[in-house]
């Protein structure tokens, strides 16, 4: 268990640390000689068996920034009280954070009671519950202490060991995560970070990194709660020995994660639902300036509401667009500050760490937002599924799931996962309803046309699929036979287009002459008017027919070439662009591929641009692997 102190300056709380674990806290030349607390300290104590680390913050008004760094991540709040002064300005604004931070586990200790007769203990311990009253802390323990006679540390222990007794680590199941507080070097030993494990648990030899910079680091060693130890877990205090290049302690700073590398997705806009405290002097409007503070980190911020302006006592949903990259997680408590660090704002929770710049706060967004709120990812995402498709990938990893459970989450939510993405099982249920009554509606309307086009269709079907699930869905549908795939078109099976007897027997003629060695450079349509003896305007037409029912591509100006041929070329274009250094080809790489002349191969490529299927830069082009389906399937083989 993690326990962090809170308090008002000079109201005992690094002599109370020492008092539970024989530990001074204050490591600094100038706390010691100055007689206060100027920097987080830390200390440890086995009572009675069960292992607990403390955290010591100080209480001067100038350092809640550095209260704040050590108050995240602790699971039991010593929110402490001087006999002799009562509640101060800190020890109300340290009970705010607290508050703001969701902490209903701690106890108040009423130190320096030795200064105190019984009269003013009981003013005091009234003045305590009447502060307390209305916050998450209302119903702790009030404990009458004193550092200086020893009166009352002995219950003060034994509550802090059955409090550890009943801490639940639901966080364990999570991946490794760990708020740096700070970041040292040992000679003989190298680049040291401590700091609270927020979740998951990491190993020596593992391979971690430090987000938001991206270095990569390996365990060397890992003490855990000032032991020596081959692990460390979610609910420990922990100092991690990392090796690797560039690690020292420049490189990583205090508000740093080190974290599993799939954790790694640093971020500047996130979605939160904030608490705006009571005491605050105005409204919350839009872009209001503020100093964010989550777990160790401390970033500037703007903060733009995602509804009204946010009066002092109101809770609504924002936006916070950050100075700089953070590492978080959903589900993380924050704490707001005026950009002066004289007053605290207020907190809340993140929600969503990918937010928009464009369309927040749309009812779509709010409603996506709203169930986000929801602790249990099963819950979160059943309720996020309701407003659309998710990405699986991102939410797993924006509250530190492994993805092995993604099937499991999924089944339990009642969705269907579809290249990535999770789409509620109901809703699969009407879109492949959906597919086959739109592609039926269109035949009707267009019984000459082949096909109706997968974008258009895509776009036209309730919920909207990104184009990778959309491909997948067509997919399984053409593989249980309900529709037909041609390319970037879709049919039903027994939907067919066919040319007049006329027309067939005079695609007959053509189509060989589309094929073989010439295949690259075909005749045009007045050559074919030539050599066949028909008129230019009748071939023309049988051939954009043909276009229609997918047998040809009109690659220029009536140069026509077999739908095959097209194919073929769009493969060899992928072959090309795999073997070329970083993807991107030249015209003349295709021409000598093709044995083609300058011009027709250019005509060829120009085609596969308009179409989106390479991308062009220049003289070079590469392929645009979201459309090079439409002749190729980029997974085959």
Request: proline fraction near 5%.
């Amino acid at each position: 268990m993690i326990v962090g102190t809170a308090g008002h300056i000079d109201h005992g709380k690094t002599a109370l640390v020492k008092a539970l674990t024989g530990v001074d806290a204050d490591r600094l030349a100038e706390e010691k000689a100055r007689g206060i607390t100027i920097d987080l300290g830390f200390a440890y104590a086995d009572l009675g068996g069960e292992s607990i680390g403390f955290v010591d913050v100080p209480g001067h008004e100038r350092l809640v920034h550095t209260m704040l760094a050590g108050a995240a991540g602790i699971d039991l709040a010593l929110l402490v009280v001087a006999a002799d002064d009562g509640v101060m300005p800190q020890t109300r604004e340290h009970l705010a954070i607290l508050d703001l931070l969701g902490l209903k586990r701690g106890v108040v200790a009423m130190t320096k009671v030795d200064l105190a007769d019984a009269d003013r203990r009981l003013a005091v311990e009234a003045e305590i519950r009447a502060l307390l009253a209305g916050s998450g802390l209302a119903a702790v323990r009030i404990v009458p202490v004193s550092a200086l006679t020893g009166e009352g540390i002995a219950e003060l222990s034994a509550l802090l060991r059955a409090e550890a007794a009943g801490v639940a680590r639901p966080e364990r199941e999570r991946l490794f995560r760990l708020a740096v507080d700070r970041s040292f070097t040992l000679g003989g030993v190298g680049t040291v970070v401590t700091g609270t494990v927020l979740g998951g648990a990491a190993r020596v030899g593992d391979h971690v990194v430090v987000s938001p910079s991206g270095l990569t680091a390996r365990l060397r060693a890992i003490h855990a709660q000032n032991k020596a130890s081959e692990s460390g877990h979610a609910g420990q205090r922990c100092a991690l020995n990392l090796a690797g290049e560039g690690v020292t302690k420049e490189a990583i700073a205090r508000g740093d994660v080190v974290l599993d590398p799939a954790l790694h997705a640093p971020t500047v806009r996130i979605d939160a639902r904030l608490d705006v405290l009571a005491g605050e002097p105005k409204p919350i409007g839009t872009w209001f300036p503020a100093r964010l503070h989550a777990h160790a980190v401390e970033a500037g911020a703007r903060i733009v509401p995602l509804g009204p302006a946010i009066g002092p006592g109101e809770t609504g949903l924002v936006q916070l667009v950050l100075d700089r990259p953070i590492a978080a997680a959903v589900g993380d408590r924050f704490i707001l500050r005026d950009v002066s660090a004289s007053r605290t704002i207020g907190g809340g929770r993140f929600l969503d760490l990918r937010a928009p710049a464009r369309r927040r706060g749309t009812p779509e967004r709010l409603a996506l937002l709203k169930a986000a709120g929801s602790p249990d990812p099963v819950a979160a995402l059943r309720g996020q599924l309701a407003v659309g498709p998710v990405e699986l990938a991102a939410f797993l990893r924006d509250r530190c799931l492994p993805a092995a459970g993604e099937a499991a989450l999924c089944r339990e939510a009642g969705a269907e996962r579809l290249a990535g993405w999770a789409v509620g099982v109901g809703q699969m249920r009407g879109l492949r309803q959906a597919l086959l009554t739109r592609l039926g509606e269109f035949h009707a309307d267009n019984p000459d046309l082949a096909g109706l086009g997968r974008e258009k269709l895509r776009l036209g079907l309730t919920p909207r699929l990104p184009g990778a699930a959309f491909l997948a869905l067509l997919r399984q549908e053409a593989e249980a036979g309900r529709i037909a795939l041609d390319g970037a078109f879709l049919r039903l099976p027994g939907h067919a287009v066919q040319l007049t007897p006329q027309d067939q027997a005079l695609f007959d003629r053509i189509h060989p002459r589309l094929l073989g060695e010439t295949r690259f450079r075909p005749p045009r349509v007045r050559d074919f008017a030539t050599a066949l003896g028909v008129d230019e305007k009748i071939v023309r037409r049988v051939l954009k027919l043909a276009q229609k029912l997918g047998l040809t591509d009109q690659i220029a100006h009536d140069h026509f070439f077999a739908r095959e041929v097209t194919r073929e070329m769009a493969g060899i274009i992928l072959a090309i662009a795999a073997q070329a250094e970083d993807g991107w080809f030249t015209a003349p790489a295709f021409r000598d591929r093709v044995e083609n002349g300058r011009k027709v191969a250019i005509e060829i490529l120009d085609f596969f641009d308009r179409l989106g299927v390479t991308l062009r830069r220049g003289d070079l082009r590469r392929i645009n692997p979201h459309r090079i389906d439409l002749f190729v399937d980029p997974g085959a083989g």
